[in-house]
Every structure is written in C-alpha cells, then in structure tokens.
C-alpha cells in the first residue's frame, strides 16, 4: 500500500506560476513511477507528467516547456513547478503512482483566472 497526500494548488493569474507537491509513504519502494493527472469540470481525466524510479521524465504535449516535474531532497516528495499558465489549464490535478497497483492523491484545485 501506498499512500498520497497531493498540495499546493490554489488560483492564479494567467501567466504565473504554481508548484505542486505529492508526498508518498508506505511502501514506497515498490513505485515505478510517480506523476500527475488533471480533471477539468465535465472533462475525462488525463494524464500530465511523471517520473520514473530511474529518474526519466516524460510530460504530455500540452505541458511541455510549461512545467517540470521533480523530486525533492525528501526521496519520497515530488514537485510539479507549473509555469507560464492558462486558463484552460484549470483542473483538479491528482498524483498518482504505479507500483504495479494504482494509487491516487486525493486531487488538488488549480485555479487559473484570465
């Protein structure tokens, strides 16, 4: 089992910036991989970005050159600095890991005003 806490969303002008943080514990070792999807109102859910264990990251088209996903000096936190963004980026964004299982953060509102 792992589990999720996601933060750090909150409303913003069109064109700032916004870092979200995803802290896991439990068995954290088992993750694979560690990211970020988004849900905007009446929208499916879709993915954002993600780390693998090794350190490759891997963004959707949408967000390239816009954010950046990392991990903190604490192994178990992972940041998504959100840069330069759009109203149409507003969205519940949830991190999620796989460990061969799914897990989901509790989802975090970003909010960006025109």
């Known amino acids: 089992q792992v589990q999720l806490v996601g933060s750090g969303g909150g409303l913003v002008q069109a064109g700032g910036s916004l870092r979200l943080s995803c802290a896991a514990s439990?068995?954290?070792?088992?993750?694979?991989?560690i990211g970020w999807y988004r849900q905007a109102p009446g929208q499916q859910r879709e993915w954002v970005a993600a780390?693998?264990?090794?350190?490759?990251?891997n963004y959707a088209d949408f967000v390239k050159g816009r954010f950046t996903i990392s991990r903190g000096s604490a192994k178990n936190t992972v940041y998504l600095q959100m840069s330069s963004l759009k109203p149409e980026y507003t969205a519940v964004y949830y991190c999620?890991?796989?460990?061969?299982?799914?897990?989901w953060g509790q989802g975090t509102q970003v909010t960006v005003s025109s």
């Open positions: 780390i693998e264990s090794g350190g490759s990251t």
């Open positions: 439990g068995n954290t070792f088992r993750i694979n991989v």
């Open positions: 999620y890991c796989n460990t061969g299982s799914t897990y």
